[in-house]
């Protein structure tokens, strides 16, 4: 079986969108194994600290490394992708090995899919931003589907949601599309 991680773009605990990944996981289950990249320990990108590599950012390129394919759940931050995704990409984008330039990046044709859910947009900009950022690093992304989510009043009155019968088969699509990807 492919061995695919998810990144959440919210450190907060609660966050809809590790919500999101947990349904996705389910709807994986039997066709790949799923690990969750944790990534808080990570420092803000500085180039002071590239040399020598810091155990927390070996890790996660280890980890990125390893995996057969990604999949990004994302909230939207002003019209863009979360600060604390821009700079785990950041570290990713890097050469792993820093002695040559020209060595590849953990990020590095790696497979990629994208899903958000936020405010009523949908997490639309979001998504649309970071593909940009994710074909400038030359990480192969599975442009179609992604599943974009409003949620509703309920979601931010109690803390958590549940998706809507459309969400869900949305979400199923995306996953079916994804198995399909990762196998070629
Ligand atoms: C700094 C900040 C900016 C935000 N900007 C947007 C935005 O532009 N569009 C949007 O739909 N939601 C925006 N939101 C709301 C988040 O999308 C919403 O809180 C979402 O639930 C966060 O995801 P999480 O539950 O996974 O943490 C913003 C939230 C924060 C903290």
């Known amino acids: 079986m492919k061995n695919v991680l998810f990144i959440v773009g919210s450190m907060r605990e609660r966050s809809f969108n590790r919500q999101l990944a947990k349904v996705a996981e389910e709807m994986l289950k039997g066709k790949c194994n799923v690990k969750y990249l944790d990534y808080n320990d990570l420092p803000y990108m500085n180039q002071d600290l590239e040399m020598p590599v810091q155990a927390s950012v070996a890790r996660v390129r280890k980890e990125v490394a390893e995996a057969d394919a990604l999949w990004i759940f994302t909230p939207e931050y002003n019209f863009s992708y979360p600060g604390v995704l821009k700079n785990l990409l950041d570290w990713l984008s890097r050469p792993m090995d820093m002695s040559n330039f020209q060595n590849p990046s953990a990020a590095l044709g790696k497979k990629v899919a994208v899903s ?9 900009n ?10 400038f690093m030359k990480m192969e992304l599975m442009h179609e589907p992604q599943t974009g989510i409003a949620l509703g009043m309920e979601a931010w009155t109690k803390g958590e949601f549940a998706l809507t019968d459309e969400q869900r ?15 070629k």
Not at 116 to 124: A, E, R, S
Not at 126 to 135: F, G, I, V, Y
Not at 171 to 181: G, I, M, N, P, S
């Open 116 to 124: 958000g859910c936020g405010g009523k947009n949908m997490t639309q």
């Open 126 to 135: 979001c998504r649309a931003k970071l593909t940009e950022l994710l074909d």
């Open 169 to 183: 088969a949305a979400l199923q699509k995306q996953a079916d599309v994804f198995c399909a990807f990762i196998e």
